[in-house]
């Protein structure tokens, strides 16, 4: 950190020169580094509020010094020389391919992405993290480029189509990469002509556009089924569908039996009442809730958490495999794990009557249900009951059944958290979710949206807690020297997508105050509760949460600011997120008083943007295999009418969601009896001749024409229905009288 100017203890504020001096000298010290005005202000320790380091930061930016990157980020202006040559300055970056199979390098080293010519890629692909020189040819201002080493594979598997020939076999994958694998007649393991097979690369070609050579891992089969249509989402974006014989292996030697020193060195909890709370599908079970009152009367109350760290050791097969994958992926019709199912379903899983060992975050509450301490440490649990949500929740409503009373306290607990969480400003937005009930061969037979009651809320509420707590210990610790740490950061929502937003609003009928952060966390607070009784203002509910950053890991605290949190992490699933594997491992050794361990803070951050990245492309196979199921539903229910809301229009139509299954589909103009003008804002259209108005947020009825699920669309059309009150609008006089006077014309 730069050199703090000497000032007094009651005064932390800097005039205008020196906060610019300041923020310049710590730009300068973290030249690849983006921050928001928050972050100078809280890393600086001075009392000059945000829009004071906002106008230093634009003086900087003004005087060439910093570069603004939108979203109120700003880094060190990088300055790439104007030069025929090429420079010998190299960055990194990762691709981001075009259709052309030209691509942009994003780096954090430069202000603007780097085009490189596909002739000038050197194998690189979409995703990959590559070294590359950039240089801004004279007499242009793009900066151009070239790969001038691969770091690091996006992924060395591909799917795609199997052809044969004489003397070896070509896949060409599903994806647009402009080449072609290579595989020998041995390697295609009993695949036959048109197969979907996935393959593994075991050579990269010299150049761009040479033939790559690769050996077939998995054969599919023939492409169309919803078996390997799945299949397909998890391997295009990037995820292993098998485990390597050598992950495989290490399994196989993990010691299953819990030995007498192992449990010497744990809190022995296996006689206090215990219980786990999961989805009735559930099969890896990583958290458990004990209770129990002290002799004084309090209450306390654990959350255990599966020890993953006890069996996953850093530096083996298991432990790369797992930070390779990063994340469990949960589509609609299956789980893949992060871990194999020996260590996720069996040794880990906090299976009911069976002695499991956990590291746990245990709270005392005193009779007003205030926390009056913490603990946190390595434990051995016996779970007396699982418990399926549904079955919590109509105990809860009964008031009677087994464990009712510990129910009722945990819930009450629970409910208290909550309030106080969205007293101090979290955001409370319960969006929507889809689910399906599948037939044997995991056709959708039933689609709604899933309740959430306090059953599942109750868990969330505790899992929030120990996240929260194992973050502030982590960073009181750290207070006089940083310990680096994975933390769940999530920054202020961008202010013109706020504006964008409340505009919506308005239109809708709805008012927003977004001035402040504070006011726009209310106000999205505010619209949640109104979409309770307004169900066309759910609409509003996604694009609210579009406007705000991705939550992700990062070592830089700034803060959560959807969950109005100074501190938070990851804790609560280390058998499905490897972020919370890292977070056990650093808070095991510094759980001592006198102990103080810290990682190297650098690697430890490119973890955390490698993990940020796994998990946004686990989430885009998520909404990929939901869309997919969606629109499998709806091909069933071709020429039938279903109500909707506008939710979004085009020049050429508008699309409408389903208000059962939430799909959505398109209406296009030319399906319909007149003509539209879409306004300017695209909130709203007018016909030509009826000169009825059509808004966001309107319910319609429409009927299902077409579906297409190669590319998960599908078509409607108003029903007949709405069309006819359309048609039977009444004309205005003053239109009666100008279809009048077009008629004599014609007749004239």
């Known amino acids: 950190m730069s050199k703090r100017i000497k000032r007094s203890q009651n005064n932390n504020k800097l005039t205008a020169k020196q906060l610019q001096e300041e923020v310049l000298k710590l730009l300068e010290k973290e030249p690849r580094k983006r921050f928001n005005p928050r972050q100078i202000a809280k890393t600086l320790e001075i009392n000059n509020n945000k829009d004071s380091v906002l106008h230093a930061l634009e003086q900087l930016v003004e005087a060439g010094k910093a570069s603004a990157l939108g979203d109120f980020k700003f880094k060190l202006k990088t300055q790439l020389g104007e030069q025929s040559n090429r420079s010998n300055k190299m960055y990194e970056g990762y691709v981001d391919m075009t259709r052309s199979g030209a691509a942009y390098i994003e780096s954090e080293g430069l202000d603007e992405d780097v085009f490189v010519l596909a002739k000038n890629l050197n194998t690189a692909l979409h995703g990959d993290r590559v070294l590359i020189r950039a240089w801004v040819p004279r007499g242009r201002r793009r900066a151009e480029g070239e790969v001038v080493k691969v770091i690091e594979r996006a992924t060395e598997y591909f799917l795609g189509t199997i052809r044969f020939f004489e003397k070896y076999a070509i896949v060409t994958p599903d994806q647009s990469l402009a080449l072609d694998i290579k595989i020998d007649l041995e390697d295609t393991k009993d695949a036959k002509e048109g197969d979907k097979v996935v393959v593994r690369i075991k050579t990269w070609g010299e150049k761009r556009g040479e033939t790559l050579q690769g050996k077939i891992t998995t054969v599919l089969g023939k492409a169309g089924t919803s078996d390997i249509e799945m299949k397909a989402i998890l391997i295009n974006h990037g995820f292993n569908l098998d485990f390597s014989e050598e992950v495989m292996a290490e399994i196989e030697k993990l010691e299953e039996e819990i030995t007498e020193a192992e449990v010497a060195r744990r809190l022995d909890l296996r006689e206090v009442t215990t219980f786990t709370i999961d989805p009735f599908n559930a099969k890896d079970f990583d958290d458990a809730i004990s209770i129990r009152y002290l002799e004084n009367g309090d209450c ?229 509760k109104a979409a309770e009784d307004n169900p066309a203002l759910q609409l509003l509910e996604p694009l609210a949460i579009r406007t705000m950053a991705k939550a992700e890991y990062s070592t830089n605290n700034i803060g959560h600011y959807g969950l109005a949190l100074e501190f938070y992490s990851h804790f609560t699933s280390p058998i499905r997120r490897y972020s919370d594997v890292l977070a056990h491992r650093i808070l095991e050794l510094n759980l001592k008083i006198d102990q103080f361990y810290r990682v190297e803070k650098d690697p430890l951050e490119e973890r955390c943007k490698h993990i940020s990245m796994q998990e946004r492309k686990a989430m885009e196979a998520e909404r990929e295999s939901v869309k997919y199921k969606q629109v499998e539903y709806m091909s069933k229910h071709v020429g039938e009418d279903f109500p909707g809301y506008i939710s979004g229009i085009l020049d050429r139509g508008f699309f409408v969601a389903l208000q059962e299954t939430l799909a959505e589909g398109f209406i296009g103009f030319d399906t319909m009896s007149e003509a539209f003008e879409v306004a300017e804002s695209r909130l709203r259209m007018k016909g030509t001749r009826t000169k009825r108005e059509m808004k966001m947020g309107d319910e319609v009825s429409v009927r299902i024409i077409r579906t297409d699920l190669e590319k998960r669309q599908i078509d409607m059309m108003l029903s007949e229905e709405a069309e006819q009150a359309m048609v039977a609008a009444p004309i205005k006089p003053k239109e009666r009288r100008q279809q009048e006077r077009r008629k004599g014309r014609r007749k004239n």
Request: with cysteine.
């Open 300 to 528: 306390e109350v654990g959350v255990h958490i599966a020890d993953v760290s006890h069996y996953l050791k850093p530096g083996s097969k298991l432990d790369i495999e797992a930070y390779k994958r990063s994340t469990s992926v949960y589509l609609v019709d299956r789980v893949l794990p992060m871990l194999p199912e020996k260590l996720s379903n069996e040794l880990c899983s906090l299976r009911p009557n069976e002695d499991k060992l956990t590291f746990s975050a245990i709270f005392t509450f005193d009779k007003n249900d205030k926390i009056v301490n913490r603990w946190f440490g390595k434990t051995i649990i016996h779970s007396d009951r699982r418990f399926v949500y549904e079955e919590v929740q109509e105990i809860l409503d009964a008031g009677e059944g087994d464990f009712i009373e510990e129910l009722k306290k945990v819930n009450q607990l629970a409910h208290k958290l909550r309030k106080e969480r969205f007293k101090n400003g979290a955001i409370n937005f319960e969006t929507e979710e889809v689910q399906f009930r599948l037939d044997a061969e995991g056709v959708p037979i039933e689609v709604f949206v899933k309740e959430r009651k306090d059953a599942h809320l109750l868990i969330e509420d505790f899992m929030l807690l120990a996240n929260r707590e194992v973050a502030t210990f982590i960073s009181e610790k750290g207070k006089e020297q940083e310990i680096p740490f994975v933390y769940r950061v999530h920054d202020e929502p961008n202010p013109d997508k706020v504006e964008a937003l409340a505009m919506f609003a308005r239109e809708m009928g709805f008012n927003m105050r977004v001035d402040t952060p504070k006011n726009i966390a209310k106000s999205y607070n505010a619209l949640a």
